[in-house]
């Protein structure tokens, strides 16, 4: 069974920073392409930020320079650092993980609040 628990999200001020971890259960981690995704009030959910299995990293435009997405395959984890935090940064992060053949899994999400 494939599992996704989130942590690290809160309320910070703007120019702040935070750190969000995802923990996955399951099998072969390190073949699996991982992901942040984000949903703000009244928006579609959009990609953040993604890693690779050879760790090569894709970012969101609006995160570029401010965000750092990096993954500990011996701990099964991958990790958004957050830095320069912007009031429209304000979402429900979501970790996902798609693996080998396409399958994808959700974590339950966590709340970022930045305040002005």
């Known amino acids: 069974q494939v599992q996704l628990v989130e942590s690290g999200g809160g309320l910070v001020q703007a120019g702040g920073s935070l750190r969000l971890s995802c923990a996955a259960s399951?099998?072969?981690?390190?073949?699996?392409?991982m992901a942040w995704h984000r949903q703000a009030p009244g928006k579609q959910r959009e990609l953040v930020a993604d890693?690779?299995?050879?760790?090569?990293?894709n970012y969101a435009a609006s995160v570029k320079g401010r965000f750092t997405i990096s993954r500990d395959n011996a701990k099964n984890t991958v990790y958004l650092q957050m830095n320069s935090l912007q009031p429209e940064d304000t979402a429900v992060y979501y970790c996902?993980?798609?693996?080998?053949?396409?399958?994808?899994?959700w974590g339950q999400g966590t709340q970022v609040t930045v305040s002005s």
């Open positions: 399951g099998r072969l981690f390190l073949l699996d392409v």
């Open positions: 996902m993980r798609e693996q080998p053949g396409g399958s994808t899994y």
């Open positions: 890693i690779r299995r050879g760790g090569s990293t």
